[in-house]
């Protein structure tokens, strides 16, 4: 069993910067890769981010590529969400997703096992 848990959302003003933390219990970066997803008001929850098993590759979806950065820590178990450039656009709850599976950087939510509850990124114009 993964345990996850964000942090590190909140309101920003457009242009600005946040960065998102994702906690996770046990040995996560050698058995999973990470990902992380948003959901806005109204919209399917969408791939933001992927960071494959052990952390030698990333992925960032093309609204977020050039702004948007993840990386892990393998000491402290935690993945991040550098987030700059922020845009109204990308207000909505930010989730942290593990998977367990042999898919190097899976991009669907259906394909991961384990969430945390969510962070909420509010961006105001």
């Known amino acids: 069993q993964v345990q996850l848990v964000e942090s590190g959302g909140g309101l920003v003003q457009a242009g600005g910067s946040l960065r998102l933390s994702c906690a996770a219990s046990?040995?996560?970066?050698?058995?999973?890769?990470m990902g992380w997803f948003r959901q806005a008001i109204g919209k399917e929850r969408e791939f933001v981010a992927g960071?494959?098993?052990?952390?030698?590759?990333?992925y960032c979806a093309d609204s977020v590529k050039g702004r948007f950065a993840i990386s892990g820590d393998n000491f402290k178990n935690t993945v991040y969400l550098q987030m700059n450039s922020l845009k109204p656009e990308d207000t909505a709850v930010y989730y942290c997703?593990?998977?367990?599976?042999?898919?190097?950087?899976?991009?669907?939510?259906?394909?991961?096992?384990?969430w945390g509850r969510g962070t909420q990124v509010t961006v105001s114009s």
């Open positions: 997703a593990a998977y367990r599976g042999v898919v190097n950087l899976p991009r669907s939510q259906y394909d991961y096992d384990y």
């Open positions: 046990g040995r996560t970066f050698s058995n999973y890769a």
């Open positions: 960071l494959s098993r052990g952390g030698g590759s990333t």
